[in-house]
């Protein structure tokens, strides 16, 4: 699965959008980009998938880049409850690390009143 | 559709002691990966199963072990525990015969070892 880069913090007013971004510049063909995101001693959440084409669902918005060498999530709203720790993970669709999500440090992202 | 669940929810106990955590997948889900997550090295896989086989295992020492049964509920085993052991642990389950299908997290449990 492709290795993924983050910034590890970012703060966001209320309100405004929240756009992180995600490198995975060793990604291969059939490998997804997942995103989850943790808040604060839960369980990780999952946020939303993507393969070529972007996708919107009613939590957030991905956008790939046309090279698949990086990828950035948008909240287009954010609110106080959009505070926590948001991972960005490659996926191999079918491949034989079955089960297995390879968390990275992920970004903070903190969204302020 | 119910979530992950997974109990008991706290749980403390002493070093030597062994301890068995428990995970009910989504209603129609087989495969249950389970991950530790501790401050140190956050979120690690220990290891998935589907349809009662293990498929999947992660770097732990063999003190940690699991099992599925037939209605893919899954437990893990911890035995001979140690400090370093004190984690939030986490099962995920998924539709399963892909390796590549969406994981839904249950709350976790969060163990101390004193």
């Known amino acids: 699965d492709a290795k993924t880069t983050q910034p590890p913090s970012m703060d966001c007013a209320e309100g405004r959008a929240a756009n992180l971004p995600c490198n995975h510049s060793?990604?291969?063909?059939?490998?997804?980009v997942y995103w989850y995101r943790q808040i604060h001693s839960q369980g990780p959440q999952y946020i939303i998938h993507?393969?070529?084409n972007n996708e919107t669902n009613e939590m957030a918005s991905l956008i790939i880049t046309e090279d698949r060498k990086s990828s950035t999530l948008i909240l287009p709203h954010a609110t106080l409850r959009d505070t926590a720790v948001y991972y960005c993970?490659?996926?191999?669709?079918?491949?034989?690390?079955?089960?297995?999500?390879?968390f990275g440090q992920g970004t903070i992202l903190t969204v302020h009143p | 559709k119910a979530g992950v669940t997974q109990t008991p929810r706290y749980l403390i106990k002493t070093r030597g002691q062994q301890v068995t955590l428990s995970c009910s997948p989504i209603?129609?889900?087989?495969?249950v990966s389970w991950y530790q997550q501790t401050p140190g090295q956050g979120l690690q896989f220990l290891f998935e199963?589907?349809?009662?086989?293990?498929?999947n295992k992660g770097n732990f020492p063999g003190r940690f072990s699991g099992r599925q049964f037939s209605n893919s509920r899954s437990e893990m085993n911890v035995s001979t525990l140690e400090l370093g052991d004190s984690a939030l642990y986490l099962c995920?389950?998924?539709?399963?015969?892909?390796?590549?299908?969406?994981?839904?997290f249950g709350p976790g449990t969060r163990l101390t070892v004193l």
């Open positions: 995920a389950s998924s539709f399963g015969p892909a390796g590549g299908d969406t994981q839904y």
């Open positions: 060793t990604i291969s063909g059939n490998e997804y």
């Open positions: 993507g393969l070529k």
């Open positions: 993970i490659g996926l191999n669709a079918g491949g034989t690390s079955y089960g297995k999500l390879t």
């Open positions: 209603s129609g889900h087989r495969s």
């Open positions: 199963y589907f349809s009662e086989t293990q498929r």
